[in-house]
């Protein structure tokens, strides 16, 4: 299976998906107050059609996220090679988070809320606690990851007798359970049952469990499986399963978004409609990824570091961006001006935390020797699995 090759459709579809997260965020954002509203206590009523719709760039991070982590997880297993992986993620996925609930400590301080209860959120935070409040609302996606990489990181253990192709079922058709349940639940008249019994599923735990999200991690999976011809670990059904259980868990990925949108039918085929593009943008981009590699050669970089900075960017525009908002306009700036300058502060931060990232990342590296070329040839973790293969949100 492929695991050093990069892919430059992902890059564009990271940035695009962090774009479209902020650009939900922002749309909710008060602006006499450093939280989120509705009607005439909006911030900036000019994105009020990314309210909820631009959710759907975390279900995209997902989708990446299992396609990304199926590619570089194949390989030798066991203990080791499980260690190496975990190395390796949270190399990827802790620095920048770390840097990132700093500021947002710094900022919700500013605020003004309680420093004892953003302390015990900042720990929940750092430690990737199952268990929130956080200090930024887009932790709980990274929680919902690590779940993921444990899953992962259990089949490495076992030396792939539980192969990827079994985890990706496993993942896919129980979240394809729980969504079935949730979206009958949706059809019924509405009624005061119904709604508790929505209300009850749709609490973290059943995110946490990747019900509710499993299906797109494992439709990425999938995509990878088939993309690479299977699992080498073990015998594989025929090929064409695969192509069912693609179609089946993207199915039910669109049923999910329709009903976590919680605006019009408008939205939510909008929503749905964004994420199919995007999806089919990722297939073909892949499909063809060495033509768009030759067509965009001398732009390697720059579209590297684009892909890079989605996570900052991610990671530092909720607490933050709200924070900066509410500040701006007690400045009296007017509503152009503080849309301006709090997308600009965002970006500018989430520079400096890649910055600092990467810094941190090539030093933690630096204290573990580099795999052999042998190793590499016998098909074991090698460095590429952190490099472009990284599913950071």
């Not at 039918?265 to 994420?275: D, G, L, M, P, Q």
Request: with cysteine; charged share 15%.
């Amino acid at each position: 299976m492929e695991r050093n090759i990069h892919y430059l459709i992902i890059d564009f579809l990271r940035i695009f998906a962090a774009i479209l997260v902020l650009l939900n965020h922002f749309a909710t954002y008060a602006w006499n107050s450093a939280s989120v509203a509705e009607g005439s206590d909006v911030a900036f009523g000019f994105l009020s059609a990314f309210a909820g719709l631009g959710a759907v760039g975390v279900e995209i991070f997902f989708v990446i996220s299992g396609f990304v982590i199926a590619m570089s997880a194949s390989g030798e297993g066991g203990a080791s090679q499980a260690l190496r992986f975990a190395r390796i993620r949270a190399t990827r996925i802790l620095p920048a988070l770390w840097l990132s609930a700093l500021v947002s400590l710094a900022a919700r301080a500013f605020y003004g809320e309680d420093l004892s209860h953003l302390l015990m959120d900042f720990c929940r935070s750092v430690i990737l606690s199952p268990k929130g409040p956080y200090i930024d609302g887009v932790v709980w996606s990274l929680v919902v990851e690590a779940v993921f990489y444990l899953l992962v990181i259990v089949s490495i253990l076992s030396r792939f007798r539980l192969s990827l192709y079994d985890l990706a079922k496993i993942i896919g058709f129980s979240s394809s359970v729980y969504l079935l349940i949730v979206s009958g639940l949706h059809l019924l008249p509405p009624s005061t049952r119904s709604e508790e019994a929505i209300s009850m599923l749709s609490r973290f735990p059943f995110k946490l469990l990747l019900l509710q999200h499993g299906v797109f991690f494992a439709a990425g999976m999938i995509f990878s499986l088939v993309k690479n011809g299977g699992d080498d670990h073990r015998r594989m059904e025929r090929h064409a399963w695969k192509v069912v259980l693609l179609l089946l868990f993207g199915c039910m990925s669109t049923a999910e978004i329709f009903i976590s949108v919680e605006r019009g039918y408008a939205y939510k085929f909008s929503a749905v409609i964004v994420w199919l593009i995007c999806m089919c943008i990722m297939a073909a981009g892949v499909r063809h990824s060495e033509f768009i590699k030759f067509k965009l050669s001398k732009r390697h970089v720059m579209i590297k570091y684009i892909g890079g900075i989605s996570y900052p960017i991610y990671l530092n525009h909720y607490s933050v961006g709200m924070v900066m908002v509410w500040w701006l306009f007690s400045l009296d700036f007017p509503t152009p001006v503080v849309f301006v300058l709090s997308m600009l502060f965002v970006l500018g931060l989430s520079m400096a935390v890649m910055w600092l990232e990467k810094r941190i990342q090539n030093a933690i590296r630096g204290g573990f020797p580099k795999p052999g070329a042998k190793r590499d040839q016998n098909g074991g973790l090698e460095s590429p699995i952190g490099d472009q293969q990284t599913p950071r949100l």
